[in-house]
């Protein structure tokens, strides 16, 4: 018997090329298969008569759906044309993956560790396919260091659920382990937490840490020290008060409060109480050769001026250790800004809403005023009234009132 078939698009009818069809007895056999060419497919077919077959498609075309089984009868003699259709997938927009990854410089010298700032120093960091980190699969990102102690780069790109390992490498994107800076002081790569990177679903980004370890200070490094600020919130009544607002320290070189300092990672510090009576942050304070240094701490604004200047601001601020100092001996110090809540008495307001009422008053006095003198200098003066018009009138009257006798007059006789 004759065969025809045709094989569309659901959506479109149009027809497909690249599926693969093949048609089957009732027994499993193949009895024609073929690859679709966009034409419709005619082909000659002994078949039993009475024989049920099915026309099956093996594989769908890039980016469709395999279409169901089609059955038919065997007849002797007869023609069957059938039509399968194969459904488009629905394309999902993939989302890229990122691995962030960040680098920390730590000083070690037997004792106990500390980080490190580099006044001006470049690594490399790159992604590979292999624990061994032998085979490279990303570009080779650059950790630029411009007086700090932590750089961090993003990896953009990659594919969800693939598994990728990060190492430092050398410029040449060869992983290293250790190596070395300018004057040859040697570092070691430490990956605590492991170098492994996994981003199950698109759009999501896998952050991974490590540290450089430094067993001696490298010429144009620099140790640090921590400043951690503490910000407490009071009411009224002096216990704890949870907020949402945000606040500032301000770090200074000077007990002035007129120059922020340039040796700390920020100066302007934010402290968000986030639904919180006390939060805390954390300032890496560069230490010179042998030289403490010491730092004025106080509550600003978020453009780095001192609130305690401001009346409107409707704290009051404490400041415990204003003036702290650090150094090699000392890497540590702890400055708590406590504000409290103003009340404002009942009195207080009373003044505030009388004040505004008497410069309302004032203020409609004044308009007042303004009105009756622009009034006033509306009227005309004696000097300014014409004297032709009013003469004119009078003699008028005057002869109306001798007219008005005569007829009068007249009358009587």
């Given at each position: 018997?004759?065969?025809?078939?045709g094989?569309?698009?659901?959506?479109?009818?149009?027809?497909?090329?690249?599926?693969?069809?093949?048609?089957?007895d009732?027994?499993?056999?193949?009895?024609?298969?073929?690859?679709?060419d966009?034409?419709?497919?005619?082909?000659t077919?002994?078949?039993?008569?009475?024989?049920?077959?099915?026309?099956?498609?093996?594989?769908?075309?890039?980016?469709?759906?395999?279409?169901?089984?089609?059955?038919?009868?065997?007849?002797?003699?007869?023609?069957?044309?059938?039509?399968?259709?194969?459904?488009?997938?629905?394309?999902?927009?993939?989302?890229?993956?990122?691995?962030?990854?960040?680098?920390?410089?730590?000083?070690?010298?037997?004792?106990?560790?500390?980080?490190?700032?580099?006044?001006?120093?470049?690594?490399?960091?790159?992604?590979?396919?292999?624990?061994?980190?032998?085979?490279?699969?990303?570009?080779?990102?650059?950790?630029?260091?411009?007086?700090?102690?932590?750089?961090?780069?993003?990896?953009?790109?990659?594919?969800?659920?693939?598994?990728?390992?990060?190492?430092?490498?050398?410029?040449?994107?060869?992983?290293?382990?250790?190596?070395?800076?300018?004057?040859?002081?040697?570092?070691?790569?430490?990956?605590?937490?492991?170098?492994?990177?996994?981003?199950?679903?698109?759009?999501?980004?896998?952050?991974?840490?490590?540290?450089?370890?430094?067993?001696?200070?490298?010429?144009?490094?620099?140790?640090?020290?921590?400043?951690?600020?503490?910000?407490?919130?009071l009411?009224?009544?002096?216990?704890?008060?949870?907020?949402?607002?945000?606040?500032?320290?301000?770090?200074?070189?000077?007990?002035?409060?007129t120059?922020?300092?340039d040796?700390?990672?920020?100066?302007?510090?934010?402290?968000?109480?986030?639904?919180?009576?006390?939060?805390?942050?954390?300032?890496?304070?560069?230490?010179?050769?042998?030289?403490?240094?010491?730092?004025?701490?106080?509550?600003?604004?978020e453009?780095?001026?001192?609130?305690?200047?401001?009346?409107?601001?409707?704290y009051?601020?404490?400041?415990?250790?204003?003036?702290?100092?650090?150094?090699?001996?000392?890497?540590?110090?702890?400055?708590?800004?406590?504000?409290?809540?103003?009340?404002?008495?009942?009195?207080?307001?009373?003044e505030?809403?009388e004040?505004?009422?008497?410069?309302?008053?004032?203020?409609?006095?004044?308009?007042?005023?303004?009105?009756?003198?622009?009034?006033?200098?509306?009227?005309?003066?004696?000097?300014?009234?014409?004297?032709?018009?009013?003469?004119?009138?009078?003699?008028?009257a005057?002869?109306?009132?001798l007219?008005?006798?005569?007829?009068?007059?007249?009358?009587k006789?």
């Amino acid at each position: 018997m004759e065969i025809s078939v045709g094989k569309l698009d659901a959506s479109t009818g149009e027809a497909l090329a690249g599926a693969v069809l093949r048609l089957v007895d009732s027994r499993g056999n193949t009895v024609e298969e073929w690859t679709s060419d966009g034409s419709t497919h005619t082909f000659t077919a002994e078949l039993r008569e009475g024989e049920t077959c099915q026309l099956v498609e093996v594989s769908a075309p890039d980016g469709y759906g395999i279409a169901g089984n089609q059955t038919f009868t065997a007849e002797e003699g007869a023609s069957v044309s059938l039509t399968m259709e194969d459904p488009k997938h629905e394309v999902e927009e993939e989302k890229e993956v990122f691995i962030s990854v960040t680098k920390t410089l730590i000083y070690d010298n037997g004792q106990s560790e500390s980080r490190i700032g580099a006044e001006n120093e470049t690594f490399y960091v790159a992604l590979y396919s292999d624990p061994e980190c032998t085979q490279r699969v990303s570009e080779i990102q650059t950790l630029s260091y411009q007086h700090t102690d932590s750089a961090t780069v993003t990896f953009a790109g990659l594919e969800a659920e693939a598994k990728y390992y990060v190492s430092e490498c050398d410029a040449a994107g060869t992983a290293i382990v250790t190596g070395m800076v300018g004057d040859d002081t040697l570092f070691y790569a430490d990956y605590a937490e492991g170098n492994e990177a996994v981003a199950e679903n698109g759009g999501e980004t896998v952050a991974v840490a490590f540290v450089n370890e430094f067993y001696a200070l490298p010429r144009g490094f620099y140790k640090e020290a921590e400043l951690t600020i503490t910000k407490k919130l009071l009411g009224v009544d002096g216990d704890a008060l949870a907020d949402n607002a945000v606040f500032y320290a301000g770090i200074f070189a000077d007990a002035a409060y007129t120059t922020l300092s340039d040796q700390v990672s920020y100066n302007i510090v934010e402290l968000n109480m986030s639904g919180r009576s006390e939060v805390s942050a954390v300032v890496y304070v560069a230490l010179d050769q042998d030289e403490p240094v010491t730092l004025y701490v106080t509550e600003v604004d978020e453009d780095g001026n001192p609130v305690a200047e401001m009346a409107d601001f409707m704290y009051t601020v404490s400041v415990d250790n204003s003036a702290v100092t650090v150094s090699e001996a000392a890497q540590s110090a702890v400055v708590t800004i406590t504000n409290q809540e103003i009340e404002v008495t009942e009195e207080e307001s009373e003044e505030t809403t009388e004040s505004a009422s008497e410069a309302e008053m004032t203020e409609k006095s004044t308009e007042k005023t303004t009105e009756k003198s622009t009034e006033a200098s509306s009227v005309k003066t004696s000097d300014d009234i014409p004297i032709t018009p009013y003469l004119a009138l009078m003699l008028a009257a005057f002869a109306m009132l001798l007219t008005g006798g005569v007829y009068r007059r007249r009358g009587k006789r």
